[in-house]
Each structure stands twice: as C-alpha cells, then as structure tokens.
C-alpha cells in the first residue's frame, strides 16, 4: 500500500508539472512518444518480414579425378658443365651459345698466368708419375704371374706322378698326407694369392691414373666439351680472366659453359604426410612453373622417398616426377607446382565439396524438399579441389543446399549455413539457384 501511495503522488507531482508546462513542451513530448511507438512498431514488422532464403544446386552425374597436389623445383634439365681449374686471361672462344658441339670439341683457349703455369705443370708430373706405377704394378703383376704357373706345374708335376696318384688315375690319399706334397702345394697357392693381391694394386694404381688425368685435363690451358650436346650459359669472351691470382683460389673450379643434352627435365616435389601413402611409382602428374605460366606439362612419376626430411617440425617426403617434353625455357631450381593423378572415375554422381559436412565421423548433405531443409546420410567417394562422389543416399536431380541468405523486403544478407560450419556458397553441379521459403 505503501508503494501505491508513494506512486500515486509522484503522479499527481507530474500532472501538476505538465498542466503549468507550455503548450510547446507539451508538443515536443508528444513527438517523442509517437517516435518511439514508429520506432517498435517498425522493428517488429521488419522482424516478422525476415524470411531465410537457400543456394541451392542439383545433383549431377560426371567425371571427378582426385590428385594430389604439391610444389617443388627443377632438379635437372639434362645439363653438363664444362668446368676449369686453370686461370689466365681468355685468348680465343671457339664457340657461341646454342652451337651444337661433340664431346672433345674445342670451348676457349687461354693465356695462363704463373699460377695456372704451376698448376698445370704439378697436373702433368702426377700424371706422369700415376703412368710409371701403373707400369710397375704392370711388371710386379707380370713377375707374380709367371711365378704362379711355375709353381702351380711343379705341383700338377708331383700330384700326378705314381707315387701321389693310383694307376687309374684317382689321388693316392695315403701319399698326399706328406709334407712334400703339401709344400708343393702351399707353395703354388700362396703364389695364386700374391698374383691375386697385386692385381687389386694394379687395379688401384689404374684408378689413380684415370683421376690424375683428369685433373691434369681440368688445368690445361684448352678447355674441351665434356660431351655431346648444345652450348649455353657462355659467359666469356677475349680479354676476360678466368680465375683469380689470390693464392686462396688456386683450386677452384670455375664453369666456363653449360652443354644441353638430349632427354627431358626432371623436377623434384614434396608431399605431406597425408598425401606421401597414396602417391606411387608411374602415376601421371601435370606440371606447371611460375616462370612459364602459360604453359602445363605432363609427366610421370618416377620415385618417392618413403624416409622423408623433417625441417622445422614439418616432415616432407620428395617425389621425383620426369616430364615427358623439354622446353628451352625450363632451367634448374625454377619453382614447379605438379598434381599428381591419383584416380578418376566417370558418369558418377557429384555435389560441391562445401555441401558435404561431417559429424561423428558421417558425412551429410542439406537437401531442400518442398521448401523445408533437411539432412541427409551420404556415403562419399573421391574427393577433387571443388567436388565429392556421392555413392549413397542421393540421386541424380536432388536439391542441395550449398548456403543460406536471410532477407528482407529491402536488403539481402549471406548468413550461416543449416550447418554450424562447411557452407559459402560453394559452386557444383548446375550452378547456384537462390530459392526463397514461401515464395
């Protein structure tokens, strides 16, 4: 009661207030108060007015291929370099980029400075000295061997007399037990075993001959082509130095050319752990480079290297794909993005990847029924970049549902998906329908 009172007077403050007001004041409240019921009321008839409209799509048959994708680089063109360790000023070039050249073939000439003078003459006197203990070894091998037959035919000699062999020709068991013919014996093995070691030496010395030689060619003043192919890379004309007087670079092996050989690139990709199990030997992959944007190249895989690399925490397994054509634009470590075909299956039945959402470990698609969204299990296939199969649980021209829109009679909004999350207007099939409930 107490309240009531207290209320009652409070009112009867403010009718005394607003009888002694001015007709303006009076006016103003009158304003505020119409504003704020227009305010309501157009609130809550624009609330009424919402409706939720859908992106909607149908449900095609056609053909998905899943691959999988991966970047990486250029391991090889198919490119040989001739190299040099002599230095000195460049005399003749005999030869320009794209020249076809056979392996010998003259690249450049030059003048070698002191240092290139040593080293060329240290080159020769250890080749020299490689070519004198081949030809010891040669006469050691020699002696060993004629050593070997004698001792081997003083004891074929003494195994095939009677006192060592029974008159039908079998081995004297009884008389082989003494030590003359042992000796014999021992003394043509151990002479076997020395000609068998130093064969091994000879065998060495021969190997050091070879690595001597080519050191002695990599010092010589005419720098020759490696192989057979086509020069590039020339960077060097009359006049320039190759090479550098500090003593520090003396043995440094400098490319004076590149020559193009016959055969296809060959690049190198990382997978990730997902994708390294279902990547094998012989799939078919398309390539293509950053450099060369307007191009794709096909080719095959040739390995994966199962054992991986891990570099800060991410563990990569490289894939080595060779492609089936060259280009003279393709050069080593430019950047590669290839897709490797995994499978491919026709005439099955597709929806956006986005329509797919997976909940306890189900897949499941929003299809719209007479304007009413409901859930369907589906059973998935493969998977590409925009599209899943689906095996189960729909057919060829059902609606799906890709995204929502909530609208009104004014303005049009994207908002959530039916589901929590896997919607934004994903596109497939027939393309995006926008269907309004109750229109």
Not at 43 to 64: A, D, F
Not at 71 to 83: D, E
Not at 177 to 191: G, I, K, P, Q, R
């Amino acid at each position: 009661m107490k309240i009531f009172k207290t209320l009652a007077s409070k009112l009867a403050v403010f009718r005394k207030w607003f009888c002694k007001t001015s007709i303006v004041i009076k006016g103003l409240l009158v304003v505020v108060v119409a504003a704020v019921a227009i305010l309501i009321y157009l609130t809550l008839r624009s609330s009424s007015n919402k409706k939720v409209s859908y992106q909607t799509t149908k449900v095609e048959k056609g053909m998905i291929i899943s691959s999988v994708s991966a970047s990486g680089s250029v391991l090889s063109v198919n490119i040989m370099s001739a190299n040099t360790k002599a230095t000195g000023i460049v005399k003749t070039v005999y030869v320009k980029d794209g020249d076809i050249i056979q392996k010998g073939d003259k690249i450049l000439d030059l003048d070698l400075d002191f240092q290139g003078q040593q080293k060329y003459a240290a080159a020769w006197a250890s080749y020299q000295s490689a070519k004198n203990n081949l030809e010891s070894a040669k006469t050691s091998s020699y002696t060993l061997q004629s050593d070997m037959f004698t001792k081997w035919k003083t004891f074929f000699d003494l195994s095939t007399n009677s006192t060592y062999q029974n008159s039908d020709g079998s081995p004297n068991y009884t008389n082989r037990a003494l030590a003359e013919f042992h000796v014999s014996e021992d003394n043509w093995l151990a002479s076997e075993a020395k000609y068998k070691q130093q064969q091994a030496v000879t065998n060495q010395v021969q190997t050091s001959l070879t690595s001597s030689y080519l050191e002695y060619t990599q010092t010589m003043p005419t720098i020759t082509a490696p192989t057979d192919g086509t020069i590039t890379s020339l960077m060097y004309a009359p006049g320039m130095m190759i090479g550098s007087l500090d003593t520090g670079s003396t043995t440094s092996n400098v490319k004076v050319a590149t020559i193009k050989t016959e055969g296809n690139p060959i690049v190198s990709v990382n997978l990730s752990e997902i994708d390294v199990s279902r990547v094998n030997s012989d799939q078919r992959a398309t390539v293509t480079l950053d450099s060369i944007p307007d191009k794709t190249f096909t080719g095959k895989v040739i390995g994966v290297d199962r054992i991986g690399s891990v570099t800060s925490g991410v563990t990569q397994y490289p894939s080595i794909i060779q492609l089936d054509s060259s280009s003279g634009q393709i050069l080593p470590n430019m950047t590669v993005t290839a897709k490797i075909l995994i499978d491919r299956k026709d005439n099955v039945l597709l929806v956006p990847s986005s329509a797919v959402q997976i909940q306890d470990q189900q897949s499941y698609v929003q299809t719209l029924v007479d304007g009413k969204a409901r859930s369907v299990l589906v059973e998935t296939g493969l998977t590409s970049d925009t599209q899943t199969e689906i095996v189960s649980g729909l057919k060829e021209g059902d609606t799906i549902i890709t995204g929502s829109l909530s609208s009104n009679s004014q303005t049009s909004q994207t908002t959530s998906s039916p589901f929590s999350s896997g919607f934004g207007g994903g596109r497939g099939g027939g393309g995006n329908v926008i269907r309004r409930i109750g229109d």
